[in-house]
């Protein structure tokens, strides 16, 4: 058997390879956490070198920030900012009128948990999603040009988008359920001492147009006021499922530290999609609420199922075989194993014992299959699709690996002997990713460790601490700490894909470009009177000059400038800040954007390119101007 060390910083020097002997003549610096993988010629192994690419593409949730960012994987190196729900100048994010009107009315976002569109249970490379925990909406980006594409949201009924966005095999639906619970619907008063006779939680399916990605709600399930936490959705066996666990099934309204901590046992909500849309589909006797079909369901058999699962349970995670179900309590050492095959039968056989608000609670002898130990605080859990899972162990900052089934008598005599290994991280981590954990067939090999906390083993920078990553090799029996990084606020969970799986455009093609105001042609551009306080301007940027590059307007008016990059060339973008005017556009080449300002000072204002683009970047500028009325 592997032994299990509490803390692999120092791992044994016997039992590594001859790089380890390298790696002792290194500085230690370059060892980040004094890990022991590394090459040949002593550089650790997520050394990538100048050149050469990363294998990985790694999207990180960025929380509060509202944004995704990009990252390679082994380097860690960051690549990419994708705003989504906040304002980016350095991508024109929040000016261009598009962008304006898909953040709507919210100037911020709380994005957790990013999730990649599949097909057949494996990412086929097209979209990310992500949810906004805050204001309750999800959101695609498009992997094609790592833009937002879509914000969906508020949606209705609906508070605290916590749990989403999970995808399901064949990205037929983006499945969220709510972190809050409130009276429905929104705009209902009723007081929060009635909590349980008159809240609510949602299950919500966002139907997602295989074709076009475009996302709309389809239906919704109502759930006792549980706040659901996090989830995963069902593959194979459990293709058509999804799931949830929620950490206050003692439905308390204050005080949760101690008064959502009561019971020993919570549960975690078996949702069967498929039957949700059936349901829909057949118009089973629905009431709609807000425009969106709600499914009671003590009204319609078959919707939703109550398992007891350990103490205050934060995530829950199906197997690449779609099998085994592991959901881990943070106030109980263990992660429960469910097999979804034992489920299956329970409810055939109505094996419950109990119901709660119609809802029947499957009887937990009957579909568990083992309670391993892995340690204390455990979180989330991955696979590698070698058979194995890791947890994370928010109050011992460790990472557990551990057995799945099917296990031998030895182990189910004493599951300690599921566990084979333990790795310290530091601080106190939160989620953790493998590349394709939540798809069929994982990529395995690196896990990523998402850390709240980092206790000064950073540079100090003041009381506001960035966030760190560790990397931990995964490929060998033990775990190895490879590498250490500080990331921007504040990940908390992430997907990662072999880099060939996605397919970025390198521009945008003019003959692809349909924005009914593109201009082409310096001969085509001009600035146009269209109304009595309205001035419309068809402008193109080139290096290194703007055409026209004179706009002469009237204060008080309207002005509309349709920018087009004509450049064909990668990496040439173009920007457009207005001097004063809090404006500032960033147009990708090829493309086309929109940008609104009021005139409403006179002066003569410069504009000029934000993007360093040429020799003659400097001189790429005009100017604004705007005559007293
Ligand atoms: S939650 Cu943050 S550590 Cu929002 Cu995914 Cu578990
Ligand atoms: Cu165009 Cu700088």
């Known amino acids: 058997m592997f032994r299990i060390f509490l803390s692999k910083i120092r ?24 890990g022991s993988s590394a090459s040949d010629d002593g550089a650790p192994a997520s050394y990538v070198p100048p050149g050469e690419k990363d294998d990985y593409y790694l999207f990180y949730s960025g929380g509060h920030s509202g944004q995704v960012f990009v990252a390679g994987l082994p380097s860690l190196r960051e690549i990419q900012e994708i705003p989504v729900f906040t304002p980016s100048p350095g ?6 009128k598009k962008s304006k009107k898909m953040m709507g009315e919210y100037r911020w976002g709380d994005v957790h948990h990013p999730g990649l569109s599949k097909t057949d249970g494996t990412y086929d ?22 833009k937002t594409k879509q914000i969906l949201g508020p949606i209705p009924n609906s508070m605290g988008n916590h749990g989403s966005s999970f995808v399901t095999p064949n990205t037929e639906y983006l499945l969220v359920a709510t972190r809050f619970s409130v009276p429905l619907p929104k705009g209902t008063h009723a007081p929060v001492e009635t909590y349980e006779e008159n809240f609510n939680g949602i299950v919500s399916g966002v139907d997602i147009d295989p074709e076009t990605g475009e996302m709309e709600v389809g239906w919704q399930v109502k759930t006792p006021p549980f706040n659901w936490d996090l989830g995963s959705t069902g593959k194979g066996p459990s293709d058509g499922w999804a799931f949830w666990t929620s950490y206050n099934t003692e439905m308390a309204h204050d005080s949760l530290e101690i008064n959502a901590s009561q019971r020993d046992r919570d549960y975690a909500a078996f949702v069967n999609w498929e039957r949700a849309e059936e349901v829909v589909e057949n118009n ?30 934060h995530g829950i995670d199906a197997s690449p075989s779609g099998r085994w179900i592991a959901a881990s309590g943070k106030l109980q050492p263990t992660t429960t194993v469910f097999d979804f095959k034992q489920f299956k039968t329970a409810i055939e056989n109505e094996d419950f014992q109990g119901e709660f608000r119609g809802v029947p609670v499957v009887n ?5 299959e083992g309670e391993v130990p892995v340690g204390q605080g455990p979180l989330h859990t991955q696979f590698d699709g070698e058979g194995n899972a890791y ?4 109050i011992e900052s460790s990472v557990t690996k551990w057995k799945l089934p099917p296990w031998d008598k030895e182990t189910t005599e004493d599951m300690s002997k599921a566990v084979t290994d ?11 990713v493998i590349p394709g954990s939540d798809t069929k067939e994982p990529y395995g090999n690196w896990l990523v460790a998402m850390n709240k906390l980092q206790k000064g083993r950073g540079l100090n920078v003041g009381p506001e601490k960035p966030e760190t990553s560790q990397l931990i090799d995964i490929s060998g029996e033990e775990m190895e700490m490879i590498e250490e990084d500080y990331t921007r606020p504040e990940p908390h969970f992430a997907q990662a894909v072999p880099a060939d799986v996605i397919n970025p455009i390198e521009v945008y093609k003019k003959e692809n470009n349909d924005h009914p105001d593109a201009r082409w042609d310096p ?48 990496d040439m973008i173009h920007g457009f800040g207005i001097a004063q005017y809090n404006m500032n556009g960033v147009v990708p080449p090829g493309d086309t954007q929109t940008f609104t300002i009021t005139a409403d000072e006179a002066g003569v204002y410069p504009f000029y390119c934000t993007n360093f683009c040429s020799a003659l970047h400097q001189e790429m500028q005009g100017y604004l101007e705007v005559k007293p009325r």
């Not at 791992?11 to 004094?34: A, D």
């Not at 947890?391 to 928010?394: D, E, K, P, Q, R």
């Not at 146009?528 to 419309?536: F, I, K, M």
Request: net charge neutral.
């Open 11 to 34: 791992p044994p020097i016997p039992m590594r390879s001859l790089t380890y002997l390298f790696l002792l003549v290194l500085p230690l610096g370059l060892l980040g956490c004094g």
């Open 284 to 313: 089973e006797g629905l009431n709609r609420r807000n425009g969106v079909p709600l499914i009671d369901p003590a009204e319609h058999e078959g919707v939703m199922y109550f398992v007891p699962v350990s103490k205050s349970p």
């Open 422 to 432: 333990k790795i310290s991280v530091h601080y106190n981590i939160g989620h953790l």
């Open 364 to 368: 937990y002898d009957a579909v568990v």
């Open 125 to 146: 490379g097209r979209w990310l999603f992500v949810n906004d925990n805050a204001n309750n909406r999800v959101a695609r980006i498009s992997l094609r040009d790592f």
């Open 391 to 394: 947890t994370s162990l928010f």
């Open 91 to 96: 991508h024109g994010y929040g000016f261009s």
């Open 523 to 570: 001969e085509n551009t001009g600035v146009e009177r269209t109304g009595p306080d309205e001035v419309t301007v068809h402008m193109i940027a080139k290096r290194s000059q703007y055409y026209p590059d004179k706009v002469e307007v009237q204060q008080g008016d309207k002005v509309t400038f349709h920018l087009t990059n004509i450049e064909q060339v990668s």
